[in-house]
């Protein structure tokens, strides 16, 4: 059985799939151990293929059962119950996939008004193991497997709450849903585990012509704990060079705003505005700069400060140059303090408290400002001296000279017999000039700014 032409690759509500899913593995004889609920495929008006499952054995209904009479059967119970939900009616338009939630009178008009010209898919409605509705969106491909959760607000029981109020998770961006990670190893494992069986089974039906290289599948746990596939809503293979699109739902538009009565979802962004460029960048990109270094590089002259520029004519007298005194206060510190004096600003930049403030700046703003800084930075070489003798007398300094790089050790010592000088801290050895004619013991000159090897040696006429 050749599969080129059958279509599996697409976004939106991928009904091929659980056909796929249905099909016997020729290669190990079985079937693959999944629970789906109860999917239903309209055509002209009239169900066409009906799928389900009983102990993960997907089944498929036969011919006989395929009438809006048996749906009733199965899905409803009480036809004037109007607030538990029974059924969501999927629709495909172009790209978009429309999700509407039935109670049990919704569906009954449903079925009523079906028509030749009525197309979808019909799925019954599992409620969660928790007291909230709950999904869990799998991302699935060859070297990742990622998990979402999407989480109501409400409880999928309250009376007050409107259907969709309560039943909306992954069918529209504005709904009252929570996002978040799927914690739990054991639970992760047994998903990303149902997901390789699924790729492996499509390969084994489909003979190697369709390899699953990516898909995004909808999870539900039910009230005994067992999980339901809900839908793939996207799946590209290797076979069909397609780049991977996010799906595009919604909810009916019979739905109004007013019937809805929920918030919008908060929107809450991680950027911020540089006080010195104005910009909105992420938090990340921010640091922290004291006052302190901002006044300093104002000071400098490095800041663009063109409001404060003297005119290009030089002939005016500087006494006719009018300047706002504000405007000699850093632009930073103006935004921060409105009304403050150039007076108040002379006598709070010498206050520790006031210079030692934090604020953050953008990583290019703060880039500038350092960069500025370094530019001023000249690196001057500097010469080094070598202690020649580490032996001190009485009369006789201990002798440097500045040794410039690439001397000989024949220069050096000529140009220190020829040049010699004696460093600052000869002022600060002791007097011995005045010494009593006593006999001592060896002392060390403690006080000399360099520790040599040796001991310091004093000669004492006895």
């Known amino acids: 059985m050749s599969f080129n032409k059958f279509q599996l690759e697409g976004c939106g509500f991928n009904f091929n799939l659980i056909h796929l899913l249905w099909l ?10 999944l629970d789906i609920p109860d999917t239903i495929q309209i055509l002209q008006g009239q169900p066409h293929f009906w799928y389900y499952s ?12 395929l009438n809006l009479e048996s749906i009733l059967k199965d899905f409803v119970k009480d036809k004037n119950d109007n607030h538990e939900i029974c059924a969501v009616w999927i629709t495909k338009k172009d790209n978009q996939t429309e999700f509407e939630f039935l109670s049990q009178y919704l569906l009954c008009t449903l079925i009523s008004q079906m028509n030749y010209e009525t197309e979808g898919y019909l799925q019954k409605f599992i409620y969660p193991k928790s007291e909230k509705n709950e999904v869990i969106k799998c991302t699935w491909g060859n070297n990742l497997c990622y998990f979402e959760v999407f ?38 494992q047994r998903l990303e585990l149902l997901c390789g069986l699924i790729m492996s089974h499509v390969i084994n039906v489909t003979q190697n012509q369709k390899e699953i290289t990516l898909m995004e599948l909808i999870f539900k746990l039910s009230k005994k704990g067992q999980i339901y596939l809900i839908i793939c809503s996207n799946l590209s293979t290797s076979n069909v060079p397609t780049k991977f699109s ?36 992420n938090q990340i990109e921010f640091s922290k700069v004291k006052l302190k270094e901002l006044i300093h590089y104002w000071e400098s002259g490095s800041d663009h400060r063109s409001q404060i520029q003297s005119p290009k004519s030089h002939r005016l007298h500087a006494q006719l140059i009018k300047i ?25 930049r010498n206050n520790t408290v006031f210079i030692n403030q934090t604020i953050s700046l953008c ?41 410039t790089p690439g001397k000989s050790k024949t220069s050096t010592y000529c140009s ?18 005045n010494i009593k004619k006593e006999s001592f013991p060896m002392v060390n000159n403690s006080n000399s700014l360099f520790k040599t090897t040796q001991s310091s040696r004093i000669k004492v006429d006895i």
Not at 248 to 255: A, H, N, P, R, Y
Not at 368 to 395: C, F, G, M, W
């Open 324 to 348: 706002d005194p504000t405007q000699l206060i850093p632009r930073v510190i103006k935004l921060m303090y409105p009304r403050m004096s150039l007076e108040e600003y002379q006598e709070f």
């Open 416 to 433: 220190f017999l020829e040049h010699k000088m004696i460093n600052s801290y000869i002022n600060r050895r002791l007097k011995l000039t």
């Open 54 to 65: 009983v102990d993960s054995q997907i089944m498929r209904k036969s011919k006989t059962k």
């Open 24 to 33: 016997q593995d020729p290669i190990f004889k079985n079937n693959i151990r």
């Open 151 to 188: 989480t109501n607000k409400y409880p999928i029981m309250m009376q007050k709450a409107d259907i969709y109020q309560r039943a909306v998770t992954f069918e529209t961006q504005n709904g009252p849903v929570e996002q978040s990670t799927l914690k739990g190893t054991q639970f992760c």
């Open 246 to 281: 996010l799906p595009d739902f919604s909810i009916t538009k019979k739905v109004t705003k007013e019937l809805l009565n929920y918030p919008k979802a908060i929107t809450l962004s991680d950027n911020s505005k540089c006080i010195v460029c104005d910009e909105e960048k």
């Open 363 to 403: 990583s290019y703003c703060f880039t500038k400002l350092y960069q500025s800084e370094a530019e001023k930075v000249k690196v001057i070489p500097r010469k080094h001296h070598r202690l020649l003798r580490t032996e001190i007398y009485d009369n006789e300094p201990i002798k440097y000279e500045p040794i």
